[in-house]
């Protein structure tokens, strides 16, 4: 069994809060893994269950919630233009020095994807693979994929989204409920929902700052600071061993993270059949062995290409 302990490290005007779950046997040259949530804002607690990767790989497993969510220092008086990619990349740095970690996988998921290829970009040195995980390589390819998904709801959601969308009262009950519809399809297919999610989404709902902040209200109408926000043209930086994955129904469809893999010189694609945006809840067996095997073709001086 592994071992769980949680710190506070010291960030800007508070700190960034730490979960770190130690494998009882560390295999030798098992580099820990850092997982990187979405939202942002949405907290570390929809991917607490990927600390199974701890003793399924003999590796040290670091979950964090990024800093103005969950556990850590939720800052008050801030501008908006205080929350940019920038300001997290600076933050991942921070805790793998903190962690004294001179060598890490990063894995990211949804808006934690973005964040592991800002890090890729910016050319982290700690940082050799990168797994980008249902994340999109520019919020405009986002919207295009999310207006296509949403043509395929009943006409009747269509309806009720684009009326509440054109006035902005998206606390609107019926608009809650057409944002639902369009989640059970594209963002988590486990009937009855999933409690590592639900704790997410609680928090994040209980102080929404830096995801309406940056995203907007919901999953497929981004209004917020990360409208505009591309790296396309920029992911020839890249130089780590990247995995790119997602779900075959995933919100992130492929004209969302196929730059990702033309433009990464050592990136590799996986869809996941049947999956959605959450592919670690949904089909966790599958989604394992994909990350074990690419860590291990990194670990193991194979680049993270294909065998």
Not at 7 to 14: A, Q, R, S, T, V
Not at 19 to 45: K, M, W, Y
Not at 99 to 119: K, N, P
Request: overall charge negative; proline content about 6%; charged content about 20%.
């Amino acid at each position: 069994m592994s071992t769980v302990s949680e710190l506070k490290i010291p960030f800007k005007d508070g700190f960034t809060w730490v979960r770190v779950t130690s494998p009882d046997n560390n295999e030798q040259g098992a580099l820990p893994l850092v997982i990187l949530h979405g939202g942002p804002g949405f907290c570390h607690n929809y991917l607490l269950p990927l600390e199974r990767l701890a003793d399924a790989t003999g590796r040290v497993v670091v979950h964090y919630d990024q800093y103005g969510c969950g556990n850590s220092t939720h800052p008050t008086g801030v501008d908006e233009d205080f929350w940019t990619p920038a300001l997290f990349v600076e933050e991942l740095q921070n805790v793998l020095k903190a962690l004294d970690i001179d060598a890490c996988h990063v894995l990211g998921q949804s808006w934690g994807g973005m964040l592991a290829a800002e890090v890729g970009i910016a050319g982290v040195e700690q940082v050799k693979s990168l797994a980008i995980c249902n994340s999109p390589a520019s919020m405009e390819l986002w919207m295009q994929a999310a207006r296509e998904l949403k043509k395929q709801l009943p006409a009747e959601v269509q309806e009720t989204m684009a009326k509440y969308e054109e006035t902005g009262d998206y606390g609107a009950p019926e608009y809650q409920a057409a944002t639902q519809v369009y989640d059970d399809h594209f963002v988590l297919r486990v009937p009855g929902g999933h409690p590592a999610y639900e704790a997410s989404k609680q928090a994040v709902e209980a102080d929404p700052t830096v995801y309406n902040t940056m995203n907007g209200p919901n999953e497929f109408h981004v209004v917020g600071t990360l409208r505009e926000w591309s790296v396309v043209g920029k992911l020839d930086a890249i130089s780590v061993p990247t995995l790119v994955l997602a779900g075959e129904f995933d919100e992130a469809q492929p004209i969302t993270w196929e730059p990702f893999v033309e433009e990464i010189p050592s990136a590799r694609a996986v869809v996941i059949p049947g999956a959605s945006h959450c592919c670690h809840l949904e089909f966790s067996e599958l989604f394992d062995a994909e990350i074990i095997k690419f860590l291990n073709q990194v670990e193991n001086n194979e680049g993270g290409q294909q065998s």
